[in-house]
């Protein structure tokens, strides 16, 4: 339920569509930017996304830990869902597995833009390998441990723009 919330949201839509666009009008260069290159090989397509893309990614994280731990708080829900009969840590849990699995929607998202740009610029040897190892992977175990953080620090300060705050410092 928090993850179709967050996924069919307008402002994950919105952000999503300016991170891929400004990531093709940067993907259209990298022919020019490697002189002794003149294809889009896979680690420098890598090296484009990882620079593009970070800015993005670190509002998403921020944006929607915010957003994840106080869903119930702001719509008064809080006191019911701490009477229910779960773990304590499991609704954390399930915000982080959430958080994880819209950083894997960015990557592989990130990862297609990489992969058709090489395949518009005539480059087939695509190497779904070397993404993940190099990109994806070394990515959510970054952008994991920001998730972290930054939900510890929404569930710590018991004030939501403090939270914002906490963390972005």
Known sequence: SDLRAVVTGPVFIIVMLLG??????????????????????TYNIIDLIEGNLFLYVII???????????????????????AL??????????????????????????TAAGMITQLLNGWTDLQPQVYLLFLIVPALVTFGFL??????????????????????L
Not at 24 to 37: A, C, K, Q, R
Request: some cysteine; proline content about 5%.
């Open 20 to 41: 891929v666009i400004q990531l093709f009008s940067s993907l259209s260069l990298v022919t020019d930017l490697y002189e002794p290159v003149p294809y889009p090989v």
């Open 85 to 110: 009969p779960l773990p304590t840590g499991l609704g954390l849990l399930a915000r982080f597995a959430t958080m994880m699995v819209l950083l894997s929607i960015v990557m592989l998202l990130s």
């Open 60 to 82: 998403i994280v921020t944006i929607y830990s915010g957003v994840l731990v106080w869903r119930e708080r702001d719509a008064g829900m809080n006191d019911i869902h701490d």
């Open 147 to 168: 998730s972290m953080l930054a939900l510890c620090a929404h569930t710590l300060v018991n004030n939501k723009y403090l939270g914002f705050f906490v963390f972005i």
